[in-house]
């Protein structure tokens, strides 16, 4: 095409000077004019679809996107970054790959459980990206939609492998919310060995559609559940107002009996320090006593050896003869009433006189 433009002017240059028409001249400005245009349009404006990117010389790489290009059918090693870039129309062809972010949906997938009970997930979401550095390999070996055969396709044989080996009470209700950790392990653990420039970022699972019939019962279920709990809870709730009660009259009692050890304890010490008292009182009244009997012992010890001193026959006599003489009455006889004499003192006396009447005279002789 670019070839033909230039002959094509020439051509047309030539027919105007050789005819010296007005109107042949005029064609050819007009020829020109168009061509300038074509190839304006060839080279400013960049392609945005797949009808305009064989046509097109400049083109645009978005952000968040890198260029991929295939010349001839050939994937080319060379990777542009986002801005404007430059290829050879008809012969290289462009498609931006994104390498951010990016949720994949996938609709519609059907599955059989354990039981035999056919279910639909309407929709598991897949945040999953591409890493630069693998864009070329990847696209390489599964072409630019990647994600058909490692996402899309992946999801549809990981989901029916978990149906297949669970009941419906564990996919549905059981086992559910493990469902977006499984996925994301299979389809990271298959990724990583096959294609391992794509990273899954997280999984996001979407309730299954179940047979009415069976989606009533389930409902019947919970709402049972939901009894069974809500009278599970009232029964603890008493429980705990029991424990509460309970608990509050054991520390009453708790207190009451504190209150009563310590005034327990309060009279046993005033007992004690009272018994402490009363035996230092007793102590001193002892040491006192003892101290006075002693004394009083002492005293009559010290009498009796006085007296004992003292009972000579002249002392004897005299005490004999002041008695007697004390008396207001002296009687005269053979015989004296005994009323006024002591018989034993009287004979007491007589053989102490005696006795000493014979030591003298022995002492004499």
């Known amino acids: 095409?670019?070839?033909?433009?230039?002959?094509?002017?020439?051509?047309?240059?030539?027919?105007?000077?050789?005819?010296?028409?007005?109107?042949?001249?005029?064609?050819?400005?007009?020829?020109?004019?168009?061509?300038?245009?074509?190839?304006?349009?060839?080279?400013?404006?960049?392609s945005s679809s797949t009808s305009r990117n064989g046509f097109s010389i400049l083109h645009q790489v978005p952000e968040g996107h890198v260029g991929v290009y295939w010349r001839g059918?050939?994937?080319?090693?060379?990777?542009?970054?986002?801005?404007?870039?430059?290829?050879?129309?008809?012969i290289t062809h462009y498609e931006p790959v994104q390498v951010t972010l990016q949720t994949d949906q996938v609709r519609d997938i059907p599955c059989g459980t354990k039981g035999g009970v056919m279910i639909n997930f309407e929709k598991i979401e897949v945040v999953n990206r591409l890493h630069k550095d693998y864009v070329h390999d990847t696209l390489l070996n599964y072409g630019v939609q990647y994600d058909n055969t490692w996402i899309y396709d992946k999801i549809h044989h990981e989901i029916n492998q978990f149906c297949s080996s669970h009941s419906l009470q564990q996919v549905y209700i059981d086992v559910f919310d493990q469902i977006d950790e499984k996925m994301k392990d299979a389809l990271q653990g298959d990724c990583t060995r096959y294609a391992p420039g794509?990273?899954?970022?997280?999984?996001?699972v979407t309730k299954p559609k179940i047979p009415e019939s069976i989606r009533r019962n389930f409902?019947?279920?919970?709402?049972?559940?939901?009894?069974?709990?809500?009278?599970?809870?009232?029964?603890?709730?008493?429980?705990?107002?029991?424990?509460?009660?309970?608990?509050?009259?054991?520390?009453?009692?708790?207190?009451?009996?504190?209150?009563?050890?310590?005034?327990?304890?309060?009279?046993?010490?005033?007992?004690?320090?009272?018994?402490?008292?009363?035996?230092?009182?007793?102590?001193?009244?002892?040491?006192?006593?003892?101290s006075l009997a002693d004394a009083y012992f002492y005293r009559l010890l010290k009498e009796a050896e006085a007296n004992k001193l003292k009972l000579t026959p002249q002392f004897l006599e005299l005490k004999f003869v002041e008695a007697i003489a004390d008396n207001t009455k002296i009687f005269f006889g053979e015989k004296i009433p005994s009323m006024f004499l002591d018989q034993r003192l009287l004979g007491n006396f007589l053989q102490q006189l005696s006795r000493n009447v014979s030591e003298e005279e022995k002492s004499t002789a």
Do not use: C, W
């Not at 809500?230 to 504190?258: G, Y």
């Open 219 to 290: 409902e019947q279920m919970e709402e049972e559940r939901t009894k069974v709990l809500i009278a599970i809870e009232k029964q603890r709730v008493v429980e705990k107002e029991a424990e509460t009660s309970k608990k509050m009259a054991i520390s009453e009692a708790e207190k009451i009996a504190n209150v009563s050890k310590i005034l327990m304890e309060q009279k046993l010490m005033e007992k004690d320090s009272a018994r402490k008292q009363q035996e230092i009182e007793n102590q001193i009244y002892m040491a006192r006593e003892k």
């Open 198 to 204: 794509i990273e899954i970022i997280s999984v996001r």
């Open 73 to 90: 059918g050939a994937l080319l090693k060379m990777i542009t970054d986002p801005g404007f870039h430059l290829k050879l129309p008809f």
């Open 1 to 46: 095409m670019d070839s033909n433009q230039p002959r094509l002017v020439t051509q047309s240059l030539q027919g105007g000077r050789g005819g010296g028409g007005g109107g042949k001249g005029f064609s050819a400005i007009l020829a020109v004019f168009l061509s300038f245009i074509a190839i304006f349009a060839m080279i400013v404006i960049p």
